[in-house]
């Protein structure tokens, strides 16, 4: 051992004098900046809104039918035919109907047979299974057949030939591949490939009516996959007449794939077919079914945004595109087979089977206080207002207080009412005895113009006069700024300064950063002159803000995050606010942006979805003071941080927001000033991502039934992390990473 180091001495000592040797030199190491931010525990600011974060849940993008609704059969009800208020749509040399033009073309059902069955099956409107109530009272004199409204088809099926079997399936709410032949307002979903998402061992509830007088045979129903196999047990129904019965039973799916109801005759002769649900078992569904039909998984990714408030059932998807499109919420509950569906703004059918019944007792079960949206008589302007409830006679005056005012009146009457009022009684016979203790409603949605302000001004006296203590949420408009939002202000201020103003804005990033102070005391709103006003009680709903331009990619979660500090700083003006729009199927994109996205069988949260239940989830009832961010070394701040703090007044909890929005780290001693010698256990929460063109979501062709995908998963890139800080008291050292958005939360312990 000895001799050998020698040798190496020797030779080092050569290698050294001929400068063989390359010692490397160690780079000094840049010295880490070291940030500071004080926060002034006891210094006490605004009162937090209660009410500040919420959820916009609007029937678009299949949120409703083929979404939170669990049951699976598209056009289960065979309205989707010679309907009223459609159009054509797609590229100009693909044009197709939105819905069926022929009645033997049944909409999202394929006609089947077997061994050598034969037939025809033909939607006939002779054979009414209900009788629709016409609850409002629509002119029978204008342009419009309002008849056709209350028109009711079913399928006739008539066996020539039985052989072994011969009848329909519905294939459920198939996913389109997203692509240029079906972009702008291009909706149709067709499906005629085996979509129902069924689940190996997964009990299905099935229901269906049937009429068949001289029909002497039984049907048969079951789950087939798209090879012809069958997918459950069969269920066989026998005993029809001349009337319309209903037949129930279980089917339970054999494997995990996508499959068709066949539903098939077994002798010749004819009967008739209504009214076909499919919906998973209570362990499928979100409260095992207590609430309603919900989705499971996509309601419990609401539970954990922990919404306040909720929106509903939309904000153009309110107003309709057109006369026929209109949404009336009384058409909305009561038996599922009573209420009348409608083609909505958004281009595709609506079937009520989530209506507004269920909507209160799904916002009551997350917590959040309802907030519904009704038609002013005034349809969407952003489709020219084709339709405006007329006022020129007495009459029509008189028409327009049944059908609109009373809307609103009414519907307060059944969320609040009790037995002794008509509505309140509904309620509380469909099962509902406690009231919904509705507090606010809107009225329209980004209108404008004095056809709009006039229907608006006589349904707000209306509901005042009233209702004192409701609160009614007017519009700014469709944007930001601008023309329409400074003269709807303007209205405001004058007319109705005591209401809830609310703003809409999808823009950009920069847009976003450069707005965490729009709504501070001291900046102006408009072209007028005028501030948002602590002084008079008009306050602000953000009802829809998101970052539109980049698909959800993580850039948009910092952006809008950074926006939302400068919301809670302002919650004693801004008392609501929500992303929007709130789901999207893979597929059915309206909107660039959307907070949850899902198909058939599963979803994706984006980061926007995360640090909006992050933020939920950590906030007081006060808010605190902080200094900004600034470097120890010159105290200069950094402009690419931003932040909210507050607290829990009762527990003592803090909570603070940060987002980082640059590519580096920021070490920040925070200083606990006004604590005395209190500790607190201490935890951050983060995103983080060093890449910001993320998406969670991945492609719109990204979904479980796409034909090219393989090695398929829900995975999400980012999402959110936790580390403990610790005991401290005093002062905390963290570490923000780059591109983040944290919340730390100080618990005070004894």
Wanted: aromatic share 12%; with cysteine.
């Amino acid at each position: 051992m000895k001799k050998t180091q020698k040798k190496v001495s020797v030779l080092t000592a050569f290698a050294l004098l001929f400068g063989y040797l390359q010692i490397p030199v160690i780079a000094q190491q840049p010295a880490v900046t070291a940030y500071r931010m004080n926060l002034n525990v006891d210094q006490l600011g605004i009162d937090i809104s209660p009410t500040l974060n919420g959820i916009f849940f609007e029937d678009l993008n299949f949120a409703n039918d083929g979404g939170i609704s669990a049951q699976l059969i598209q056009n289960n009800s065979f309205q989707m035919y010679n309907v009223t208020g459609s159009a054509e749509t797609g590229p100009a040399n693909k044009k197709v109907p939105e819905f069926s033009k022929s009645p033997t073309d049944i909409y999202s059902w394929t006609v089947v047979s077997a061994g050598g069955g034969s037939g025809s099956v033909t939607l006939v409107d002779s054979k009414p299974l209900v009788t629709y109530k016409k609850l409002y009272n629509f002119d029978e004199k204008d342009q419009y057949d309002d008849a056709l409204k209350y028109k009711q088809y079913c399928a006739q099926i008539t066996i020539n030939k039985a052989g072994n079997g011969f009848g329909l399936a519905a294939n459920g709410f198939g996913i389109n591949p997203n692509g240029q032949e079906r972009q702008g307002f291009y909706y149709a979903n067709n499906t005629q490939i085996p979509s129902i998402a069924v689940n190996a061992g997964v009990k299905y509830d099935l229901g269906l009516y049937l009429q068949g007088k001289d029909y002497k045979g039984t049907v048969t129903v079951y789950l087939e996959d798209a090879s012809g196999k069958r997918n459950s047990n069969a269920l066989t129904f026998k005993g029809m007449n001349g009337n319309w019965k209903k037949f129930a039973g279980k089917l339970t799916a054999q494997r995990s794939v996508d499959s068709r109801l066949i539903i098939a005759g077994t002798a010749t002769g004819t009967f008739y077919l209504d009214f076909v649900t499919l919906v998973p078992e209570a362990s499928q569904l979100w409260r095992a079914g207590k609430i309603g039909g919900f989705r499971k998984d996509m309601l419990e990714a609401l539970e954990k945004l922990h919404p306040k408030f909720m929106r509903f059932p939309g904000g153009c998807a309110s107003e309709g595109s057109n006369y026929w499109g209109q949404y009336f919420w009384k058409n909305t509950i009561g038996p599922v087979e009573e209420r009348i569906g409608i083609r909505n703004h958004w281009g595709y059918w609506t079937s009520q089977h989530i209506g507004y019944y269920e909507y209160l007792k799904m916002a009551e079960a997350l917590g959040a206080k309802p907030l519904p949206v009704l038609n002013n008589g005034v349809t969407c302007q952003f489709a020219g207002r084709s339709y405006i409830a007329p006022l020129g006679t007495d009459e029509e005056k008189k028409r327009f207080y049944d059908i609109y005012v009373k809307d609103a009146l009414d519907l307060i009457e059944f969320c609040n009412g009790n037995a002794s009022t008509e509505w309140g009684a509904k309620r509380i016979a469909m099962g509902h005895p406690k009231p919904f203790n509705l507090e606010y409603l809107g009225v329209g949605n980004e209108n404008s113009g004095e056809a709009f302000w006039e229907r608006f001004d006589i349904i707000y006296k209306a509901v005042k006069e009233k209702y004192p203590n409701i609160n009614v949420v007017s519009t700014a408009g469709a944007g930001g700024s601008g023309k329409e939002f400074d003269a709807n202000y303007s209205i405001i201020d004058q007319k109705y300064p005591v209401s809830i103003v609310d703003e809409h804005y999808y823009s950009s990033d920069e847009w976003f950063f450069g707005n965490t102070h729009r709504y501070d005391k001291d900046k102006v709103r408009g072209n007028q002159g005028n501030t948002y006003n602590r002084e008079k009680p008009t306050r602000v709903f953000v009802g829809e803000f998101a970052n539109s331009r980049t698909n959800n990619a993580y850039v948009s979660t910092l952006a809008e995050a950074a926006y939302s500090t400068g919301l809670e700083r302002n919650s004693d003006m801004v008392v609501m606010a929500a992303y929007a729009p709130l789901f999207c199927k893979k597929g059915f994109s309206k909107w660039g942006s959307n907070l949850i996205w899902f198909d058939n069988r599963g979803l994706w949260r984006t980061t926007n979805y995360y640090y909006m239940s992050m933020f939920a989830s950590n906030i007081g009832n006060k808010a605190i003071e902080i200094s900004p961010l600034y470097k120890a070394a010159d105290q200069s701040e950094d402009s690419k941080v931003y932040t909210s703090p507050t607290i829990d007044t009762k527990t003592g909890t803090i909570y603070l927001k940060v987002v980082n929005a640059e590519a580096v780290p920021k070490e920040t001693t925070i200083a606990l000033n006004g604590v005395g010698n209190g500790k607190y256990k201490a935890t951050m929460e983060y995103l983080t991502s060093g890449d910001t063109s993320i998406k969670n979501q991945g492609s719109q062709n990204f979904y479980s039934s796409a034909p090219d995908v393989k090695d398929f998963t829900y995975n999400e890139a980012i999402t959110p992390q936790t580390k403990d800080l610790g005991m401290v008291s005093g002062s905390l050292k963290v570490t923000f990473p780059v591109n983040s958005v944290c919340v730390i939360k100080l618990v005070k312990t004894k």
